[in-house]
């Protein structure tokens, strides 16, 4: 029986023809239809010790939602889904499945492994356009009240886990939309944001209550929070502040940070101006400096916005490119370039300040540097340049203050991370949890998401036996 | 939320003055922080300092110059009407201290900037020497307010329809000629700010500035509103708005803040169109 599972080919994901989507917004991947998602889940072994799930941070119940999809009962695999995972049709579109539940799947060992973010993906989009609205039921009220700043992945787990726990959650979100870099950051080819607003509709039908507009550290504090009645607080605010590498001439017109670039595209729809009022710069020649999973969502978005060319410049290898191997294949399948070895050492622009190009220099790699990785060296005498009208600095980012600073009784790292207990997320302030990206430095979505549900558990537990 | 209880236009209704309802905002507000406003879901964020707060009425004002079609948008909006969106205090606020002998300079709109700030320093205990300009009469506002909030008031129009006949760096030269002053205060169009900044750098006061860049979250998320100051990026957002006028490079905001001057006529001229077809249907 087993052997003839492992026959079946793994199932091949439908998508838009890369020419096309190149220059649209629609979504790249189409999903599977149910017959797909059947037989797909048939190649599942159902394992006694699912490697697949010690892969999950939120250690969802992998085998089990797969069996109702063998079985058809796709509200049956979406139930399951909901006890571990608040966000399935996000995870099952952003997880990097290949380095957790897919990367441990023993099918894998001989074959490709079970397209479980897909079938993740299947079971929530399937549950969302039958549209009954269900949601998982929640527990009598223990009249706790629950601070959660910040609606990003992690905030938007403690809410929903908090919620089924029966406590009262208020979530404090900076901007008019709730749902942090799911809303701003991640293109809506990638993870339309339909998708997440539905998922945050299904919490605010749980009983959450959503206040955007406001900035905690600036329009209130923590310790105002507890005046008003709050008896704990979860801080989830992501990273928030762009890293540029200190070039010269990094502040002509056309060099964006990722953050801004991505911000003015999602959040604000600058695709659709002059529909929408927030104009972005459409580029005809764009570079994007770094080769993580932002750097991609950002050539690829300068794709869409109508440039001739795009290309990624990355100071080591290919070999080295943090961002996900799929991430990677689609970026080369819509004709984007990957200037690798190669790093920026000046930007050129005109007596408006307008962006012109840039210089840069040729590298080899060296020893291996603390990373581990092979530390790549400036090959002398090989300065270039690279004509350009649009540059996204894509570096990562450090730890925004904003909080913080208005919060002085929280410890951080010398880097401005908040210090969170490894296990728990506890902070050093009574009260105060925290996780994701400012406490870890820029992850990933499913990470945040799992700080989240190991702080909801620790937070449970204050709110009903003490700290 | 964010409801407008109370609007006036001032300067032939090139400048419109919103009070509006911001109970959490009042509260925690201090001279030199701004906010953000957006009038619509399809809008843009726009950064405006508040020109005043009213923590018992839980009112913050805010006066701004249409010049764009978001701000042509806010004119829009009537009393009774909210905006979609605002958010603050944003910025660090002015650093108020006796310092004895201080000018503040305003232009335009900036007038409404310097006004909290020039209350608080007078209350402060120094003596103020505040010196307004406009390009001509009809577009000078505040002036009352700003007699009330200084010790001293000078008033200049670039066309002599009001006050001395000429720029506010003249009268800002005769003052720091006459008398040792220890604090100057500019803001206002980037022109007016950097020749005063260079006028007080020669005789060596200290002089800050309030900057205006082009934002879009205004919490230090994106980096827009970056501006070079003594050499180094700084974010506008959180490590200003207010800097040392000496050390901001003047050009290169005034080059970022054209960054979208084509988007912006085209956003203006679609609204202006849209807005006349409609008043024709009607």
Redesign the interface.
């Given at each position: 029986m087993a052997e003839n599972k492992e026959k079946l080919p793994r199932v091949k994901m439908p998508e838009q023809d890369p020419d096309v989507r190149r220059r649209n917004f629609e979504e790249v991947p189409l999903g599977l239809t149910p017959e797909m998602a059947m037989k797909e889940a048939s190649r599942c072994l159902q394992c006694k010790k699912p490697a697949c799930m010690e892969g999950c941070p939120v250690s969802v119940d992998i085998p089990g939602f797969i069996s109702k999809i063998v079985a058809n009962d796709f509200s049956g695999a979406i139930s399951k889904l909901w006890e571990r995972n608040a966000l399935p049709a996000v995870c099952g579109r952003v997880c990097p499945q290949e380095a957790q539940c897919e990367g441990r799947c023993i099918v894998g060992k001989k074959d490709a492994p079970v397209a479980i973010g897909y079938l993740e993906r299947f079971a929530a989009d399937y549950e969302r356009k039958k549209g009954t609205g269900e949601v998982p039921a929640v527990a009598q009220k223990t009249g706790k009240k629950v601070a959660v700043i910040g609606s990003g992945p992690s905030g938007l787990t403690v809410a929903g886990d908090l919620l089924l726990k029966g406590h009262d959650v208020t979530i404090f979100e900076?901007?008019?939309k709730a749902g942090g870099v799911l809303v701003y950051g991640i293109p809506e080819f990638r993870l339309p944001k339909e998708i997440v607003a539905s998922e945050v509709a299904a919490l605010v039908k749980m009983g959450a209550r959503i206040e955007?507009?406001?900035?905690v550290g600036?329009?209130?504090t923590i310790d105002e929070l507890f005046a008003e009645g709050y008896d704990a607080v979860y801080i989830g605010v992501?990273a928030?502040?762009?890293r540029?590498m200190?070039l010269p001439g990094?502040?002509f017109?056309g060099i964006?940070?990722a953050?801004?670039y991505l911000?003015?595209t999602n959040l604000?729809?600058g695709y659709l101006?002059?529909?929408?009022?927030?104009?972005i710069?459409r580029g005809k020649n764009v570079v994007v400096l770094g080769a993580g999973n932002v750097a991609m969502d950002s050539a690829r978005t300068a794709m869409r916005l109508g440039a001739d060319t795009v290309k990624i410049v990355y100071r080591r290898s290919r070999e080295e490119m943090p961002a996900r191997a799929e991430e990677l294949h689609h970026a080369e399948q819509e004709k984007i370039e990957f200037v690798l070895l190669t790093n920026p050492i000046r930007f050129f622009g005109d007596a408006?300040?307008r962006l012109k190009g840039m210089e840069c220099l040729k590298m080899e790699l060296g020893e291996p540097d603390a990373s581990g990785r092979r530390r790549p060296v400036p090959i002398e005498g090989s300065e270039f340049t690279i004509d350009c009208d649009l540059v996204v600095v894509s570096v990562g980012s450090n730890a925004?203050?904003?909080l913080t600073n208005s919060t002085p009784d929280i410890a951080l790292t010398r880097w401005g991370n908040i210090i969170g207990d490894p296990v728990t997320g506890k902070t050093s302030k009574r009260g105060v949890w925290a996780g994701g990206d400012i406490v870890t430095g820029a992850a990933t979505v499913i990470l945040a998401m799992g700080a989240g549900r190991a702080a909801a558990n620790s937070m449970h537990d204050y709110l009903t036996l003490g700290w | 939320m964010a409801k407008i209880i109370a609007r006036e236009e001032m300067a032939q209704g090139t400048i419109i003055l919103n009070e509006i309802e911001a109970p959490r905002i009042s509260q925690k507000a201090k001279p030199g922080q701004f906010v953000i406003l957006q009038a619509d879901e399809k809008g843009e964020r726009v950064p405006l300092t508040m020109a005043d707060t009213n923590p018992d009425k839980g009112t913050i004002t805010i006066i701004y110059m249409v010049v764009g079609k978001s701000t042509a948008r806010f004119k829009d909006l009537q009393v009774g009407d909210e905006y979609f969106a605002l958010i603050g205090p944003l910025g660090k606020p002015t650093h108020i201290e006796k310092v004895g002998k201080v000018v503040c300079v305003g232009g335009g709109t900036g007038i409404a900037v310097l006004h909290p700030i020039t209350r608080a320093l007078k209350a402060a205990g120094n003596d103020v020497t505040t010196i307004l300009g406009a390009r001509t009469y009809d577009l000078l506002i505040m002036e009352e307010k700003m007699k009330a909030a200084s010790t001293t008031l000078h008033i200049c129009t670039d066309d002599g329809s009001y006050g001395h006949h000429g720029f506010v760096t003249n009268v800002l030269k005769d003052v720091l000629e006459k008398e040792k002053i220890n604090l100057v205060v500019a803001i206002g169009p980037i022109p007016m700010m950097k020749f005063c900044s260079l006028i007080t750098k020669e005789k060596n006061v200290p002089t800050f500035v309030s900057l205006n860049p082009i934002m879009v979250d205004g919490t230090g998320m994106c980096g827009c509103c970056r501006v070079s100051v003594g050499g180094t990026t700084k974010f506008a957002c959180v490590d200003g708005p207010e800097f040392d006028g000496h050390k901001v490079d003047f050009d290169e905001l005034a080059k970022r803040l054209a960054s979208y001057l084509e988007d912006e006529k085209k956003s203006l001229e679609a609204y202006k169109n849209c807005k006349a077809l409609k008043n024709r249907l009607d």
């Open positions: 900076a901007f008019h955007t507009n406001f900035v600036a329009s209130v992501g928030g502040l762009p540029f200190n990094e502040n017109i964006y940070s953050n801004e911000t003015r604000m729809k101006f002059p529909e929408y009022d927030t104009p710069a408006s300040g925004n203050p904003l | -």
